[in-house]
């Protein structure tokens, strides 16, 4: 279902020379905010609200490539149903299949308070199986006005149950990496990724980045604020127990590919999702996780 009386447009995604890609996307302009969705991954891309006359909240690498299949470096994209590597087999997507297949467009609604609300599905189909062989229905609901919130819905379509993790891989637009402070992981503790898994506990009452940063927390509180420059970046996510930070700083962007050298300056990842632990979700039983993004001036 499409409400044709709203301000939206299915076009190609553009790349930085402004040449139309392969890509799908959605672009929503209302009274609240500029929003980009990508059919492939239901991501969004951009996200911009006209409150305070903020601007982008969300980061996109000048270095993507745009090709079908290809994971897109940045905006929000979706691990699931694992997080990083697969935990067996080497030759599996890392974070998952999710970010690199398309989705399909369930509905586009418009509401005078909430603004427009997206609705995308990814189902159990040949490419799924390849690497999960289960059934089931995937959908994302994007609700941009003048906060962003995304709502995932996983049912178990199978005859047994399964296991997954996920995360909502959120780059955040930020003016420098030196100069943030993040508010919100105190007295938590974290695995370092850097340091073999080390476990360790967030002592400091708020945290900085000055070095390359890969960080799981694995029950956090579910509220966090970026403090930027001009202005503060709201996550409340309680019902995601875990939050990833990071950044790969000087070193690990060279080996990246997709990211401009001098790119990691200007953005921070917090990841809210179910990190570590699995979730185990039982035949015929739907679960659903949530998150808020916002800004405000500081």
């Not at 409150?51 to 980061?59: E, H």
């Not at 995308?120 to 062989?133: C, G, I, K």
Request: negative net charge; glycine residues 6%; contains cysteine.
């Amino acid at each position: 279902m499409i409400n044709h009386n709203t301000n939206v447009q299915f076009k190609k995604l553009l790349n930085t020379k402004g040449e139309e890609t392969d890509l799908d996307i959605i672009e929503i302009q209302n009274v609240f905010c500029h929003a980009q969705i990508c059919l492939q991954g239901g991501q969004i891309l951009h996200y911009q609200a006209y409150k305070n006359a903020d601007s982008a909240l969300l980061w996109l690498s000048e270095q993507n490539s745009f090709v079908p299949g290809k994971a897109i470096r940045g905006g929000i994209p979706l691990c699931f149903p694992w997080f990083g590597k697969h935990a067996e087999y080497a030759d599996y997507p890392s974070h998952g299949f999710a970010r690199n297949l398309n989705w399909e467009l369930v509905s586009v609604t418009f509401d005078e308070v909430l603004g427009h609300q997206i609705i995308l599905e990814l189902t159990a189909n040949e490419q799924t199986r390849r690497y999960w062989d289960y059934a089931f229905r995937l959908q994302m609901c994007l609700t941009c006005g003048e906060e962003l919130t995304l709502v995932m819905q996983l049912s178990n379509l199978d005859q047994q149950a399964f296991a997954f993790n996920f995360a909502w891989h959120s780059y955040f637009a930020i003016a420098d990496i030196h100069a943030i402070v993040i508010d919100g992981l105190s007295q938590t503790p974290f695995i370092d990724q850097l340091r073999g898994d080390t476990a360790l506990l967030q002592e400091q009452a708020n945290t900085s980045i000055q070095q390359e940063t890969d960080r799981i927390y694995p029950k956090a509180g579910g509220h966090y604020q970026i403090f930027d420059q001009n202005r503060v970046i709201s996550i409340d996510s309680p019902s995601c127990p875990s939050v990833v930070l990071w950044n790969p700083w000087i070193e690990k962007t060279q080996r990246l590919g997709d990211v401009a050298e001098d790119a990691w300056q200007k953005f921070v990842c917090l990841e809210c999702g179910q990190i570590g632990e699995t979730v185990q979700l039982a035949a015929g039983q739907t679960i659903q996780f949530q998150q808020t993004l916002s800004s405000s001036k500081r």
